[in-house]
């Protein structure tokens, strides 16, 4: 009877102590600070007069910045496509409006992929291959309709996000879950729905008569990792990333942290979100948000994803998870870039990371745009 109770009492230790180190881990990773330095390279502004810039760090009309292997640089700006060299030498418009075969009408977005510019023109709904001079290799269309979203190039195959008319009654504005699904095109333009890719985003919509407008209020975000076939997935307001396995078509694995959701501050409170539109005469707007989206980017920085949070402190700058390409956690560091941005300017900040670099658009005193690229040094 002794030596049981005695052996019940020594397993009982050692799940407790188990237990304990289970926490104890879970604290430590979730308090590993990373170390990352950011050293500005280049800069160049519209000041010369050869080019002139519009909006692009605008989300609507630009916000896209692209690298290649020779560090030739691409910003979307206004239905434009403005090539840089590696020095910042503004080299042309690789873009020109029109109806004709390599011609844009509503320049969505675009990827940079070896030695070729994927674009995506919403309407017609149509995808562009142009070589790194602007040159057309082919254009082909997709669909009927244009789709929500280019997401990514992924084994020679491209995937955007859909979603389909929502079904309201009545003529009140809500907030509502709206799925959306994942759409496979193949290099010769076939398209395919991808089945078990389903997520809800939370939309702001109106219908009356028959017609209605919408505007997301949440965000889907849809980033390939460097390693393995897998996408890293954020589609809900709070924090929550999947890891999606593209061969399995499947999530397989969820994550979720413990997270202090953030309010927009009320210098910033009217900017958020204010997207419009208008439905028989009336202008509809979403609602100021009570928190920020938890989740604002996702970065691949070599075989890790960044997670950009809507954290921002005054002192340290902009708070970025980090995990490897299987899902787990690395660690955490906050991102100050040494250049012209003020504590505000963290709360749109807009990157692009490719190899060990990291593009942005500043605005100086006057408010005029620069392009800046900085070195990426990670310390030990």
Request: aromatic fraction near 14%; hydrophobic fraction near 35%; include cysteine.
């Amino acid at each position: 009877m002794k030596f049981c109770i005695n052996i019940v009492i020594l397993l009982l230790i050692m799940s407790l102590a188990s237990g304990c180190g289970k926490r104890n881990r879970a604290a430590s990773e979730e308090s590993k600070d990373l170390d990352f330095r950011f050293e500005k390279v280049l800069e160049t502004s519209d000041d010369s007069g050869s080019f002139y810039f519009k909006y692009p760090d605008n989300s609507y009309y630009g916000g896209l910045i692209r690298a290649d292997d020779r560090g030739d640089i691409y910003v979307r700006d206004s239905g434009r496509i403005l090539k840089f060299s590696g020095s910042g030498e503004f080299i042309k418009n690789l873009m020109q409006e029109g109806q004709g075969p390599g011609e844009i009408t509503n320049l969505k977005t675009f990827l940079v992929t070896g030695n070729k510019l994927i674009i995506y023109n919403s309407s017609p709904p149509k995808i562009i291959l142009k070589n790194m001079a602007g040159s057309l290799i082919e254009e082909f269309r997709i669909g009927k309709k244009p789709l929500n979203r280019f997401l990514a190039f992924h084994n020679g195959r491209y995937y955007f996000s859909d979603s389909d008319a929502p079904e309201i009654k009545g003529g009140e504005a809500k907030i509502i879950d709206i799925f959306h699904y994942l759409i496979e095109v193949s290099p010769k333009g076939e398209v395919k729905k991808i089945e078990n890719f389903s997520f809800p985003i939370k939309t702001f919509v109106v219908s009356q008569n028959g017609a209605y407008g919408m505007i997301d209020v949440g965000e889907l975000i849809v980033t390939p990792t460097n390693k393995g076939n897998y996408f890293f997935v954020s589609h809900t307001p709070e924090y929550s990333l999947k890891l999606w396995d593209v061969d399995k078509k499947a999530v397989i694995k969820t994550i979720k942290k413990p997270y202090e959701r953030r309010k927009p501050p009320l210098e910033i409170a009217e900017k958020i979100n204010r997207q419009a539109f208008q439905l028989n005469d009336k202008l509809y707007r979403p609602p100021p948000p009570k928190y920020l989206n938890d989740i604002r980017q996702l970065l691949v920085y070599r075989d890790k994803m960044w997670v950009v949070t809507s954290t921002v402190d005054k002192e340290k700058g902009i708070l970025i998870d980090v995990y490897d390409s299987s899902g787990d956690y690395s660690g955490k560091f906050y991102l100050k870039l040494p250049g012209r941005l003020k504590h505000l300017d963290y709360y749109f900040l807009n990157i692009f990371v490719y190899g060990d670099y990291l593009y942005t658009i500043e605005r100086d005193a006057e408010d005029n745009p620069w392009l800046v690229k900085y070195r990426i040094i990670a310390k030990s």
